[in-house]
């Protein structure tokens, strides 16, 4: 069912609901509960002066988006980002709340994001408008309401920020407050690694249920920052061979494997892929349609679209971004049957698995081992991968319903056994 008359209104929330209505259909949830599960909590939309380096004062908009409280204190990321949208934040809430659910956490799910280009930005700017939009949003988080994280155009200095606003207007260091930090602030081992960890992980392991040799694995990745670099790492060190990269300048595509080590390098010295010469130059759009064993879109959503879905080249398709397949989009690779699909809400759920862990150590102000960490992630990542294919067999329904079925009907308990207030 379509939401009309919202402020959440756009074509990647509508993306969202029709996921959610597809699930809520197979578990055969109730009107009244559906609803109540679907729309968002809460949202916060805040204005920022910020003073910039010409002495200018530019005026920034942000958001921040509660999808759910009732299964624990929201979770989820803030994206800086020109294109940022109410409606595309109120979507990634959406997700996360599925998300953490899915692989049980005790969260709900929330994210943020303010509508900026990062890149055009000073270190100073930067610093600026980091804390003056924590303080904006202060009164409505906390280690126990809601906890943001790095997402597209934010990093361990930006949560060092924020976590240091947040710090000083509560009189003292509180480093539950938000996740993704340098390890120096009470920052994880393996966080930073923690989503390409999963995602490299889910590919490995269902290419393994097809019987797909490492050997015989070559990769392609639409996004080469955090997500992307380190997907790429894990996947070329189990023996596959990484053949197409991109970022937001465009591809780069070598049959032969790309100097993966040179490229990421070559990625931080010039904030960007641009007049790398280790491949032959290719456009974001070619480079989803190359032939590989497995594709990964690990940048923004929409970009598996129906114009493209049909022309795909892969034999899996590991949605390491939020949201990357419009419904369009999964219709056709559902009638085609010949792309296994790992859906975002189960194959990037490594970030947060490891946010929760973040947070966790910094409420028993007891850290963990990197090995710690990653057992623990591996053996969550496996329980998760169990349900969601039990779940499918269950229904005779795709992977991305099962595991937004099971996501979203353990969220509606909750809310049914909570009741209405008052």
């Known amino acids: 069912m379509a939401l009309t008359q919202t402020i959440y209104q756009s074509p990647v929330f509508q ?85 953490c659910s899915l692989v049980g956490l005790p969260y709900g799910g929330a994210k943020g994001g303010v509508i900026v280009n990062a890149r055009d930005m000073s270190l100073t700017e930067l610093e600026r408008l980091s804390r003056r939009y924590m303080q904006e949003i202060t009164p409505f988080i906390g280690p126990n309401i809601d906890i943001p994280a790095p997402d597209v155009g934010t990093n361990e200095q930006v949560m060092a920020w924020m976590m240091d606003t947040y710090s000083n207007h509560v009189g003292h260091f509180d480093p539950g407050v938000i996740t993704g930090k340098p390890i120096a602030l009470g920052g994880s081992l393996g966080r930073r690694e923690a989503t390409g960890e999963g995602v490299a992980w889910f590919v490995k392991a269902y290419l393994q249920d097809l019987g797909v040799t490492p050997e015989t694995t070559t990769v392609v990745i639409q996004g080469f920052g955090n997500v992307g670099s380190e997907t790429a790492l894990v996947l070329y060190d189990w023996g596959a061979e990484v053949i197409g990269i991109s970022d937001f300048t465009g591809g780069i595509y070598n049959p032969k494997g790309i100097n993966l080590k040179e490229a990421i390098a070559y990625s931080a010295q010039n904030r960007s892929l641009q007049g790398y010469t280790g491949g032959q130059a290719v456009t974001n759009e070619e480079l989803l349609e190359l032939p590989c064993t497995v594709l990964i879109p690990a940048a923004l959503e929409r970009v598996i679209t129906e114009k493209n879905a049909g022309k795909l080249k892969c034999r899996m398709l590991a949605e390491g971004a939020n949201g990357p397949t419009t419904n369009e989009a999964d219709r056709i690779l559902t009638a085609r049957g010949d792309i296994e699909l790992i859906p975002d809400v189960l194959c990037n759920s490594g970030g947060v698995i490891v946010s929760y862990f973040e947070w966790l150590q910094n409420l028993q102000n007891y850290y963990w081992t990197k090995g710690e960490v990653f057992d623990k992630l591996y053996r969550m990542l496996a329980k998760a991968k169990a349900s969601v294919d039990e779940t499918q067999k269950k229904y005779g329904c795709s992977r991305r319903t099962a595991a937004l079925a099971l996501g979203i009907s353990r969220v509606a308990e909750a809310k049914a056994k909570r009741g209405l207030f008052p």
């Open 15 to 99: 993306q969202a609901c029709n996921q959610f209505d597809d699930a809520a259909d197979i578990i055969g949830m109730d009107a009244g509960l559906r609803e109540r599960t679907k729309r968002p909590r809460r949202c916060v939309i805040v204005s920022m002066p910020v003073r910039m380096d010409s002495g200018n004062i530019e005026i920034f908009e942000g958001y921040r988006v509660q999808h759910n409280l009732s299964t624990g204190p929201a979770k989820g990321g803030i994206r800086f980002h020109q294109d940022v949208t109410l409606g595309e934040v109120a979507a990634l809430a959406m997700w996360m709340s599925w998300k």
